[in-house]
Protein backbone atom coordinates (compact mmCIF):
# COMPACT_ATOMS: atom_id res chain seq x y z
CA UNK A 1 0.00 0.00 0.00
CA UNK A 2 0.94 3.43 -0.49
CA UNK A 3 3.35 5.12 2.54
CA UNK A 4 2.45 8.67 1.87
CA UNK A 5 -0.59 9.99 0.65
CA UNK A 6 -0.93 13.76 -0.44
CA UNK A 7 -3.81 16.16 0.33
CA UNK A 8 -5.46 17.52 -1.46
CA UNK A 9 -5.20 15.60 -4.69
CA UNK A 10 -5.64 18.67 -6.59
CA UNK A 11 -5.08 22.37 -5.83
CA UNK A 12 -5.64 25.55 -8.40
CA UNK A 13 -4.60 29.03 -7.00
CA UNK A 14 -3.79 32.31 -8.34
CA UNK A 15 -0.27 33.58 -9.01
CA UNK A 16 1.29 35.03 -6.12
CA UNK A 17 -0.45 33.33 -3.40
CA UNK A 18 0.89 30.55 -1.20
CA UNK A 19 0.62 26.90 -2.07
CA UNK A 20 0.45 24.23 0.84
CA UNK A 21 0.47 20.33 0.13
CA UNK A 22 0.39 17.89 3.24
CA UNK A 23 1.52 14.55 2.93
CA UNK A 24 1.13 11.28 6.09
CA UNK A 25 2.81 7.79 5.87
CA UNK A 26 2.46 5.39 7.98
CA UNK A 27 5.41 3.44 9.64
CA UNK A 28 9.08 4.86 11.08
CA UNK A 29 10.78 6.74 8.03
CA UNK A 30 15.07 7.65 7.92
CA UNK A 31 13.74 11.15 5.64
CA UNK A 32 11.09 12.43 3.57
CA UNK A 33 11.66 13.78 0.23
CA UNK A 34 9.25 16.27 -2.21
CA UNK A 35 9.79 15.76 -5.68
CA UNK A 36 7.91 17.62 -8.24
CA UNK A 37 6.77 16.52 -11.74
CA UNK A 38 6.21 18.43 -15.25
CA UNK A 39 3.24 16.86 -17.10
CA UNK A 40 4.44 14.03 -19.06
CA UNK A 41 8.10 14.43 -18.04
CA UNK A 42 10.12 12.44 -15.24
CA UNK A 43 10.71 13.64 -11.73
CA UNK A 44 12.43 16.30 -9.85
CA UNK A 45 14.47 15.96 -6.62
CA UNK A 46 13.13 19.48 -4.55
CA UNK A 47 13.96 19.03 -1.05
CA UNK A 48 15.14 15.95 1.52
CA UNK A 49 13.98 16.40 5.25
CA UNK A 50 15.34 13.83 7.74
CA UNK A 51 13.70 11.96 10.72
CA UNK A 52 15.74 14.24 12.97
CA UNK A 53 14.74 17.10 11.48
CA UNK A 54 12.02 19.91 12.12
CA UNK A 55 11.68 22.46 9.39
CA UNK A 56 14.22 22.94 5.99
CA UNK A 57 14.07 25.61 3.63
CA UNK A 58 14.87 25.82 -0.04
CA UNK A 59 14.13 28.87 -1.95
CA UNK A 60 10.55 29.31 -2.04
CA UNK A 61 9.92 26.24 -0.74
CA UNK A 62 9.11 25.18 3.20
CA UNK A 63 9.08 21.76 3.99
CA UNK A 64 7.70 20.61 7.89
CA UNK A 65 7.54 17.22 9.51
CA UNK A 66 6.22 16.61 12.55
CA UNK A 67 7.21 12.50 12.81
CA UNK A 68 4.70 11.80 16.30
CA UNK A 69 1.94 13.27 13.23
CA UNK A 70 3.80 10.80 10.77
CA UNK A 71 3.67 14.00 8.49
CA UNK A 72 5.06 16.51 6.25
CA UNK A 73 3.61 20.00 4.87
CA UNK A 74 5.49 21.64 1.49
CA UNK A 75 4.80 25.17 1.27
CA UNK A 76 5.25 26.82 -1.80
CA UNK A 77 5.82 30.66 -1.45
CA UNK A 78 4.85 34.05 -4.14
CA UNK A 79 3.84 30.97 -6.66
CA UNK A 80 4.10 31.53 -10.57
CA UNK A 81 2.63 29.79 -13.61
CA UNK A 82 5.82 27.98 -13.58
CA UNK A 83 5.10 26.19 -10.38
CA UNK A 84 2.02 23.99 -12.15
CA UNK A 85 3.11 20.52 -11.74
CA UNK A 86 2.40 17.63 -9.62
CA UNK A 87 4.06 17.21 -6.80
CA UNK A 88 4.69 14.09 -4.17
CA UNK A 89 6.38 13.16 -1.11
CA UNK A 90 7.94 9.95 -0.97
CA UNK A 91 9.42 8.31 2.47
CA UNK A 92 12.64 6.01 2.59
CA UNK A 93 11.43 3.65 5.37
CA UNK A 94 13.28 2.48 8.35
CA UNK A 95 15.44 -0.81 7.04
CA UNK A 96 14.74 0.52 3.51
CA UNK A 97 17.98 1.06 1.83
CA UNK A 98 17.08 3.53 -0.75
CA UNK A 99 14.04 2.79 -1.52
CA UNK A 100 11.48 5.14 -1.89
CA UNK A 101 7.86 4.86 -1.43
CA UNK A 102 5.81 7.46 -3.40
CA UNK A 103 2.83 9.47 -2.62
CA UNK A 104 -0.22 9.36 -4.66
CA UNK A 105 0.64 13.01 -5.70
CA UNK A 106 -0.99 16.93 -5.73
CA UNK A 107 -1.45 18.70 -8.81
CA UNK A 108 -0.96 22.40 -8.47
CA UNK A 109 -2.28 24.50 -10.98
CA UNK A 110 -1.30 28.01 -10.73
CA UNK A 111 -3.45 30.75 -13.19
CA UNK A 112 -1.85 34.11 -13.93
CA UNK B 1 27.97 16.02 -15.02
CA UNK B 2 25.47 13.00 -14.44
CA UNK B 3 22.77 12.46 -16.70
CA UNK B 4 20.29 9.69 -17.62
CA UNK B 5 19.43 8.62 -20.57
CA UNK B 6 16.00 6.24 -21.66
CA UNK B 7 14.58 5.38 -24.95
CA UNK B 8 12.33 4.62 -26.85
CA UNK B 9 10.22 7.79 -25.56
CA UNK B 10 6.84 6.56 -26.40
CA UNK B 11 6.11 3.07 -27.58
CA UNK B 12 2.94 1.15 -28.80
CA UNK B 13 3.12 -2.55 -28.67
CA UNK B 14 0.45 -5.05 -29.27
CA UNK B 15 -0.94 -7.36 -26.14
CA UNK B 16 1.64 -10.32 -26.95
CA UNK B 17 4.90 -8.87 -28.01
CA UNK B 18 7.97 -8.25 -26.47
CA UNK B 19 9.25 -5.15 -24.75
CA UNK B 20 12.36 -4.19 -24.32
CA UNK B 21 13.48 -0.65 -22.73
CA UNK B 22 16.99 0.79 -21.90
CA UNK B 23 18.03 3.24 -19.33
CA UNK B 24 21.71 3.90 -19.51
CA UNK B 25 23.63 6.34 -16.45
CA UNK B 26 26.65 8.68 -17.45
CA UNK B 27 28.81 10.68 -15.32
CA UNK B 28 28.82 8.32 -12.32
CA UNK B 29 30.12 4.94 -11.39
CA UNK B 30 28.48 1.73 -9.20
CA UNK B 31 24.81 3.72 -9.15
CA UNK B 32 22.02 1.97 -7.79
CA UNK B 33 19.44 1.81 -10.35
CA UNK B 34 15.41 1.50 -10.03
CA UNK B 35 12.64 0.76 -12.49
CA UNK B 36 9.47 2.57 -12.16
CA UNK B 37 6.20 2.50 -13.01
CA UNK B 38 3.29 5.22 -13.25
CA UNK B 39 -0.51 4.55 -13.67
CA UNK B 40 -2.08 7.65 -15.01
CA UNK B 41 -2.64 10.83 -12.51
CA UNK B 42 -1.15 8.32 -9.54
CA UNK B 43 2.21 7.69 -7.90
CA UNK B 44 4.92 6.05 -9.06
CA UNK B 45 5.04 1.91 -7.96
CA UNK B 46 9.07 0.62 -7.55
CA UNK B 47 9.11 -2.34 -10.11
CA UNK B 48 13.40 -3.06 -9.45
CA UNK B 49 15.93 -2.09 -8.18
CA UNK B 50 19.67 -2.89 -8.95
CA UNK B 51 22.83 -2.07 -6.77
CA UNK B 52 25.13 -3.77 -8.46
CA UNK B 53 25.93 -5.56 -12.02
CA UNK B 54 23.41 -8.74 -12.19
CA UNK B 55 21.99 -7.95 -9.30
CA UNK B 56 18.20 -7.29 -9.34
CA UNK B 57 15.29 -7.44 -6.70
CA UNK B 58 11.72 -7.64 -7.43
CA UNK B 59 9.30 -5.59 -5.52
CA UNK B 60 6.18 -6.48 -7.10
CA UNK B 61 5.53 -9.99 -8.60
CA UNK B 62 4.52 -9.24 -12.63
CA UNK B 63 4.86 -9.53 -16.23
CA UNK B 64 8.05 -7.54 -16.12
CA UNK B 65 11.93 -8.41 -15.86
CA UNK B 66 14.79 -6.42 -15.91
CA UNK B 67 18.68 -6.74 -16.08
CA UNK B 68 21.89 -4.90 -15.34
CA UNK B 69 24.43 -6.17 -17.88
CA UNK B 70 26.78 -3.04 -17.44
CA UNK B 71 27.62 -0.79 -14.75
CA UNK B 72 25.41 1.89 -15.91
CA UNK B 73 22.72 0.17 -18.31
CA UNK B 74 19.94 -0.88 -16.84
CA UNK B 75 17.10 -3.12 -19.48
CA UNK B 76 13.02 -3.82 -18.50
CA UNK B 77 12.44 -6.69 -20.44
CA UNK B 78 8.75 -8.91 -21.15
CA UNK B 79 8.58 -11.38 -23.64
CA UNK B 80 4.49 -11.18 -23.65
CA UNK B 81 3.04 -7.70 -22.74
CA UNK B 82 -0.29 -7.71 -21.32
CA UNK B 83 -3.35 -4.97 -21.68
CA UNK B 84 -2.38 -3.53 -18.14
CA UNK B 85 1.52 -3.29 -18.38
CA UNK B 86 0.17 0.22 -20.67
CA UNK B 87 1.89 3.11 -18.61
CA UNK B 88 4.57 5.39 -18.13
CA UNK B 89 7.90 3.96 -16.96
CA UNK B 90 10.51 5.85 -15.23
CA UNK B 91 14.10 4.80 -14.93
CA UNK B 92 16.14 6.50 -11.73
CA UNK B 93 19.40 6.76 -10.06
CA UNK B 94 21.46 7.00 -6.85
CA UNK B 95 24.67 7.29 -5.06
CA UNK B 96 25.36 4.68 -3.10
CA UNK B 97 25.47 6.40 0.01
CA UNK B 98 22.86 9.52 -0.97
CA UNK B 99 19.00 8.62 -0.71
CA UNK B 100 18.40 11.51 -3.37
CA UNK B 101 17.04 9.67 -6.95
CA UNK B 102 17.83 11.46 -10.17
CA UNK B 103 15.05 10.45 -12.93
CA UNK B 104 15.32 9.89 -16.03
CA UNK B 105 12.56 11.23 -18.83
CA UNK B 106 10.41 8.29 -18.98
CA UNK B 107 9.02 6.27 -21.69
CA UNK B 108 5.21 6.04 -22.34
CA UNK B 109 4.50 2.37 -22.83
CA UNK B 110 0.56 1.70 -24.65
CA UNK B 111 -0.49 -1.79 -25.25
CA UNK B 112 -3.27 -2.21 -27.26
Known amino acids: SQQGEEDPQALSIQEGENATMNCSYK?????LQWYRQNSGRGLVHLILIRSNEREKHSGRLRVTLDTSKKSSSLLITASRAADTASYFC????????????FGTGTQLKVEL | SQTIHQWPATLVQPVGSPLSLECTVE??????LYWYRQAAGRGLQLLFYSVGIGQISSEVPQNLSASRPQDRQFILSSKKLLLSDSGFYLC???????????FGPGTRLLVL
Open chain 1, 90 to 101: AVILTGGGNKLT
Open chain 1, 27 to 31: TSINN
Open chain 2, 27 to 32: GTSNPN
Open chain 2, 92 to 102: AWSTQLRETQY
